[in-house]
Structures are given as structure tokens and as C-alpha cells.
């Protein structure tokens, strides 16, 4: 059949693209926050200080925390401090034996009681006095781990959208004929045309961020999507594929017997750094910690390779001795580590987060100028009938509901984080709420009236919201523009400049859509272009 | 650095629209250039392609200089199709002149 | 833009539209009015589609276990490597199920590779 495949191929890329585009917006849209999810826990923590002191005097404070604390846990996990993330955030995991069952009434925390956790600042050594938030975090497990569903269903739903998705981008590259010719081509004010134009431009200019995003995504998960390779191979002993597979250090054997007093970690983290000529260190886990054949792990920064695996060195914690270096990895375990590191970017510095973002920002709007388009192209077809039908009134309705709506849930959730009372029980959770509050808000209003004019009102809400943040910022807190600008704490100012930003151009978008008129008919242009002509002797009957 | 390889992949986009007629008939309109003229745009756009992507390898090594150069065309790209020319086109050869030499100053300095 | 026709449903319409409908004719057998039914354009896109989504990741998943056992190399490598190119076979299976001519290829061409890639796969110890 002639054309037979790209057509077949356009229908594809229309129903991968709007069955999911939805959660794929809500998905894009919190990945994309992700990439900023420290600076975004740190501007909705403004009473944390910035980090004064040393990683060195951090990873004692560190350690002494973890003695008086976890003194006798299996293993200790540390992150230290960074310019990015000013806290200190360390793990352990309790010998089986601590464990106690779940006092009646009590929530269950999650493990069991197995594992502890505790946010240190590294200027007092003790734990973290702020307003309890979930902050950035919030964002980064949303677009995988959703919300109000099991976890594991929600990464199965999420699957199968970047499955679709997947699909939609190489459908839409093959259905795009004239890709390299119209790779400029934006023409403006031309209504479908133009909705055509933007979706094909911001999905072309990130075309390799696009593909490497949706595929890359998949690939973090692909271990819950896809276990029958390990069962087929590892029939009898699961365990061994994650040690062979994901590299990284053997387990420590048993605890010896006796105690044994460590070196100071200073001496550890120096000896890394000098085996490592300079690079600086970003972490470490300690096994048996206070027995004689302690360990510790000590793992290299971020930044210097794209793979998530970051080298690491092990060490005897009571001499010091170099015990081994972190494996060589085989090359599926290496490639896999760089899709993974690409997902994630940690690897980024501050230029290059920026180009993620942006890019994470142009996904966006390539998801919702398809639902978009779609609504623009299917509208004609009712025009004749005077009624909408269903599906396109569903349609409209998601769309505001998301497009608009969602960056409405965006904003508010910072606004829940300044307005919030601080001794609020369960704070963290009420923040949430207040998001998925204000977007289901926005979905009934829609579900009620989608026409333009709730775009205009949804969309100059968001942008009121957005833009006027740094104002409430600054009614609220001690950490606004006129404070950080001139104290060069270009993370929080940052953060109220983008919003800003954002407010504006939503208030921009709200502003063309308040001043939208319905295109002329073929017989109405004709008769203006004959008007503007000067007009000829016999009036024009005109046919409307 | 990066802002150099910044301004070198936006004139080298420019240099490509250029070797479109559809873009040459959008600034120039009858003054369009010419095929042969067309080509010598499209082999400088691909030089100065060039010449950002090894400035971003140099700079930030084999793993890393890709990534960063697939992302300064991202924002070339979108600089010039949605903003300069649909709405502001006469600005875009004093740009694609100038920030190349302001990320040279920068990465200069 | 939401047409779209095979190469089988279109013969399958035209069948329709020569079908006679007179009324001596209204007691047409079971069979005839099933096949009617089941022509329809959209039992087309139905078919397809879960060729596309099961078919697809049951392709996917014996991709998995095939390469984990027949690849050469250590156990942990091919098992990742299975994983990795499955993700790329499932999207592919998507674009054949819905470019091949009819339904009926749809489905022969994803479940055939599954069904041989299985029995190599259970030659090599796989599902014992």
C-alpha cells in the first residue's frame, strides 16, 4: 500500500502519544524538578545553614554521631556534605537481633526497625533541627514511585508509559518526513500549523536527550521489568547475579571477635585522596564498625565519568592498610552503569544541570503540545455536528487539567512549604497533600468547564502562583532575593529567579490564550483581502 | 569554555539555516542567495560544528564533551527557531557573530 | 488523521458492501455474521495492539533469557546485555505489529523469534 508505512506509523505515534501523554507530563514534569532536588530541599529548609566546615571535620562529626547513635550496627552508609546539598545524610542497618516488633498502635516503620536513618548537620555534629519536609525528594520519587498506589505497581504503570513513549519518539522520527528540512521551521499564529511546528521542533532540538531520557529510564528499572534472565541463569542462587552484576565490593565476613579502637577518619579519607592523586571523596560505609577487622569503604565524588558506579577503596579501619579497589567492571555492567548515570546526572556540574534541565523543560512542552495538537486537529471534524463529542471533551479536559494544572500543584506545594505551620504533626505528608489537593482542584475545574477560558484562568493562576513565590518568600523567611542576592547564595536566589521566570511565562501563555480569536474562513479572508484592496464597484455577496 | 562551545554551535546552526533556501527567503526574501553560496554556509555551519564539539571534548573528555555539545545545540536550536526567527530575525547574524567572541573573552579570561 | 486501514480490513469492507442484504437472506448462519463482526476495522487495531503489548513483552522476556544463556561471556554480563537489547526488541515489536500488512503477520512474526528463542533457550537449561 503506498505510504502504507508512515502512515501506519503516524497512527502509532498519535495513540502511544496521547493514551499516556498525561502521566507522561506529570512524569517529565517531576523528573525534570529532579534535577534540582537538593537546591529544591534546601530553599524549603531555609533554616539550614550553609556548610562551614570542612569535609573532614563533617566526617568526624559523622562518625561520632554514628558511635553514640549506631554504635552497634552491622554497617554504616555516610554521604557527606557538598556545595549542592549542605546535610549530611547517613544510613545503618541494626544486627537482627536489635529488632524489635512494632509497639501496638505505633506506624511500622519502614524495614522493621532493621534500618535507621538521620539527617547531621555538619556544623553541630548533631541532628538536623528544620522544618520537617520531604522537599526535592518529593519530586524525584514521584516520577517512578507515583503516589496513593503500591510502589511496585506504580513502577510497572511508569514502565509501560516510557514503553509508549519510547515508541512515540521513533514513530514520530519516522513519520516526520521532512526532519532535517523543517528543523528551523516555526511558523507562528498559524494555528494547527503552528502547534504542528512546536511539537516538532521541541521534540527534534533534544531529539538525543529525548531518546536517552525514555530509554535510560527504562533501563534503571529493568531488573524489576525483566528478572527471567536471572532466574534462567542463576536457577539456584538470585544473590550472586547482584554482586556479579552490579560490580562494587564483596560482602565483609563476620564480625571478629574483640573491639578495636579506629584510626581517626581523617587519616582514612587522606589515604583515599592520595591513592586517588587529589579527587576528593564523596562518602563512606563502614562494616562492623568498633570490631577488630572493621572496614571502610570510601567512595570517589561525582563528576569525572558518566557511569553511577563510582570507584571506591577499601580500607582496614584499625591499620589503615589498603585492603583492595573496587573491581573492574565487565562491559554490560559498565554500559548499564552509564545509562544509569546518564538518567540520573549526577555527573553534572552546575552548566550542564542546566542543559538537562532545560532539555528535561523542551520534553515538556513536546508531550503537551502533542495532547494539544491532537485536541486542535480533532475540533474541525465537530465543528459541523455544533456539539463536542466525547473524546475530544475528554481530551480538553486532561489537558487543562494537566498542561495547566500541574504546574498549578507545582507551585502550590512550595506554597504549602512557606505557609505550612512548622510544629504541624506529620508535616511532610500535609505538603504533599496540599499538591495532589490543588491538581485535583484543577482536574474537577476542568472535568466542569474545559474551554479556553479555564486555560486562561488555570494558566494565570499558575503563573501567579510561580511569580509571586519570592514574595512570600520574603514575608515568610529571612532567605529571599533581597538576602541571598547580595550574600551571593546563588542556590536560593536561583531558585526565586526561575520561578519568576516561570510565572512569567505562563503569564505569557495565559496572555495569548485570553487574546486567541477563531481562524477566518476561506469565503471571510477573501472578502477582507478584497476590502483591503480598495474595494471593486460590486459589493461582494458574501457567503459566510 | 562551554560558553565558546555555546556561541560556536549557535553560529554553526546559523550557518545551517542559511544553507536553506526556506531561511534565506525568510531574511533575505528576493535577495536570496544563490545554490553555490547556500553550500559554502552549509560547509562552514558543519566546520563550526565541528569546532565545538572538539573544543567541548577538550575541555570536558570523551564521556562528558558529547553530552555537552548535544546540549548546547539544544539550546542553539531552540534559540532560533523559537525566538529569533520567527520573531526577531535581524538579530540573529549580529548574534551568530557575537557570541562566539564573547565566550572566547570568557574562556579567555 | 485517525483513519487508518490495513490491507485486509479494506478487502474485508469491500466484501462487506457486495454482501446481499435482502431480507430472504436475513437468516444468514452464525458463522457469516461473526466474520461480519470480527472484520470491522477496529478488531484489526484490537488484535495489534495486544500483539503489540503481550506479544511484544513476551518477546522481551525470551530475549532476556536467550542472552543470558546463549551469549558467550560470564553469567552477570549476559544477563544485563539480555536486559538492555529486550527494551530495544520490545519497541521494535510495537512498530512491526502495527506496520505488517495484516493482524494475522502481526502476531506470526513477534510469537515465531519467541517461540524458537524459548526452545533454544530451554535446550540450554532454561525452565528445567
Known amino acids: ?544 | 569554555m562551554m560558553l565558546l562551545a555555546l556561541g560556536l554551535s549557535f553560529s554553526a546552526f546559523t550557518a545551517l539555516s542559511l544553507a536553506m533556501e526556506k531561511h534565506q527567503l525568510d531574511l533575505h526574501g528576493k535577495q536570496a542567495a544563490p545554490v553555490s553560496r547556500r553550500r559554502q554556509w552549509s560547509g562552514l555551519g558543519w566546520v563550526l560544528l565541528g569546532a565545538a564539539f572538539g573544543l567541548s571534548v577538550v575541555d570536558h573528555g570523551w564521556a562528558m564533551g558529547p553530552v555537552l555539545w548535544l546540549g548546547t545545540m539544544t539550546i542553539a536550536g531552540l534559540l532560533l527557531a523559537f525566538g529569533l526567527y520567527p520573531w526577531k530575525p535581524r538579530w540573529i547574524a549580529p548574534l551568530a557573530l557575537a557570541l562566539p567572541a564573547l565566550g572566547l573573552v570568557a574562556a579567555l579570561v | 488523521m485517525a483513519t487508518f486501514s490495513t490491507g485486509s480490513d479494506a478487502i474485508n469492507r469491500n466484501c462487506r458492501i457486495t454482501v446481499d442484504r435482502s431480507p430472504s437472506t436475513a437468516n444468514t448462519t452464525a458463522n457469516t455474521r461473526l466474520a461480519t463482526f470480527f472484520a470491522r476495522p477496529g478488531w484489526g487495531v484490537f488484535s495489534r495492539s495486544m500483539a503489540a503489548i503481550f506479544g511484544g513483552y513476551a518477546l522481551a522476556a525470551v530475549t532476556s533469557v536467550f542472552c543470558a544463556l546463549a551469549l558467550p561471556g560470564a553469567r552477570g554480563q549476559t544477563v544485563l546485555t539480555g536486559m538492555l537489547l529486550a527494551i530495544v526488541v520490545c519497541a521494535c515489536a510495537a512498530l512491526w505489529a502495527f506496520a505488517t500488512r495484516t493482524a494475522l503477520r502481526a502476531w506470526i512474526g513477534i510469537l515465531l523469534p519467541t517461540v524458537v528463542m524459548a526452545a533454544v533457550a530451554r535446550a540450554l537449561g532454561a525452565w528445567a
Open chain 1, 1 to 544: 500500500m503506498k505510504n502504507g508505512f508512515r502512515q501506519s506509523m503516524a497512527w502509532l505515534h498519535t495513540w502511544t502519544g496521547l493514551l499516556v501523554g498525561w502521566l507522561l507530563l506529570l512524569i517529565f514534569m517531576a523528573g525534570t524538578a529532579s534535577y534540582y532536588r537538593e537546591e529544591i530541599s534546601r530553599w524549603m529548609r531555609p533554616e539550614l545553614p550553609a556548610t562551614t566546615v570542612s569535609t573532614d571535620v563533617a566526617a568526624e562529626r559523622a562518625v561520632h554521631y554514628l558511635q553514640e547513635h549506631a554504635g552497634h550496627a552491622e554497617t554504616w552508609f555516610v554521604t557527606l556534605p557538598d556545595p549542592r546539598n549542605p546535610a549530611m545524610r547517613m544510613f545503618w542497618r541494626n544486627p537482627e537481633s536489635m529488632v524489635k516488633p512494632p509497639v501496638e498502635g505505633e506506624r511500622r516503620r519502614r524495614g522493621g526497625g532493621r534500618f535507621g536513618d538521620a539527617t547531621v548537620d555538619p556544623n553541630t555534629g548533631d541532628k538536623l533541627e528544620a522544618r520537617e519536609t520531604r522537599g526535592g525528594e518529593f519530586f524525584y520519587r514521584l516520577h517512578f514511585d507515583l503516589h496513593y498506589i503500591p510502589v511496585l505497581w506504580a513502577r510497572y504503570l511508569v514502565g509501560f508509559c516510557a514503553m509508549f513513549m519510547l515508541v512515540a519518539i521513533i514513530t514520530g522520527v519516522i513519520t516526520h518526513k521532512k526532519i532535517f528540512k523543517d528543523f528551523f521551521t516555526f511558523r507562528k499564529d498559524k494555528g494547527l500549523r503552528s502547534w504542528l511546528d512546536f511539537h516538532n521542533v521541541s521534540a527534534v532540538m533534544a531529539l538525543p536527550y529525548h531518546a536517552m531520557i525514555t530509554y535510560t529510564g527504562i533501563v534503571t528499572l529493568m531488573v524489576m521489568y525483566l528478572p527471567w534472565g536471572i532466574k534462567a541463569a542463576y536457577p539456584t542462587d538470585e544473590d550472586a547475579f547482584f554482586s556479579e552484576a552490579f560490580g562494587g565490593m564483596p560482602e565483609v565476613s563476620a564480625p571478629a571477635e574483640g573491639r578495636a579502637a579506629p584510626l581517626p577518619i581523617q587519616q582514612l579519607l587522606d589515604s583515599a585522596r592520595t591513592h586517588w592523586k587529589g579527587v576528593d571523596v564523596s562518602g563512606f560505609s563502614v562494616a562492623h564498625p568498633g570490631a577488630a577487622n572493621a572496614v571502610i569503604d570510601i567512595r570517589q565524588r561525582d563528576g569525572r565519568r558518566l557511569s553511577v558506579d563510582t570507584p571506591a577503596l577499601r580500607y582496614d579501619m584499625v591499620t589503615g592498610t589498603l585492603l583492595m579497589e573496587s573491581p573492574a567492571s565487565g562491559a554490560a555492567t559498565a554500559t548499564r552503569g552509564v545509562m544509569y548515570g546518564l538518567h540520573l546526572a549526577r555527573f553534572a556540574d552546575w552548566g550542564l544541570r542546566a542543559l538537562f534541565f532545560l532539555s528535561g523543560l523542551t520534553g515538556c512542552l513536546m508531550v503537551a503540545s502533542g495532547v494539544v495538537l491532537w485536541a486542535v486537529k480533532e475540533r474541525p471534524k465537530h465543528a459541523k455536528s455544533g456539539r463536542i463529542g466525547f473524546g475530544l471533551r475528554l481530551v480538553d479536559a486532561l489537558n487543562i487539567g494537566a498542561v495547566a494544572g500541574l504546574p498549578i500543584a507545582f507551585a502550590s506545594y512550595f506554597w504549602g512549604n512557606r505557609l505550612l505551620p512548622l510544629q504541624l504533626p506529620e508535616r511532610a505528608d500535609a505538603e504533599v497533600s496540599v499538591f495532589f489537593y490543588a491538581w485535583g482542584a484543577a482536574l474537577l475545574a476542568a472535568f466542569i468547564w474545559p474551554k479556553r477560558l479555564m486555560w486562561t484562568w488555570q494558566l494565570y493562576l499558575g503563573a501567579a502562583l510561580f511569580a509571586l513565590l519570592p514574595l512570600l518568600n520574603a514575608l515568610t523567611t529571612h532567605a529571599h532575593l533581597g538576602v541571598t542576592i547580595p550574600a551571593g547564595d546563588w542556590i536560593l536566589a536561583g531558585f526565586d529567579l526561575v520561578m519568576l521566570a516561570f510565572g512569567a511565562m505562563l503569564a505569557m501563555c495565559g496572555w495569548r490564550m485570553q487574546r486567541w480569536t477563531p481562524p477566518l474562513s476561506a469565503a471571510e479572508k477573501k472578502k477582507r483581502a478584497a476590502a483591503a484592496a480598495g474595494g471593486s464597484a460590486v459589493p461582494i455577496e458574501a457567503k459566510a
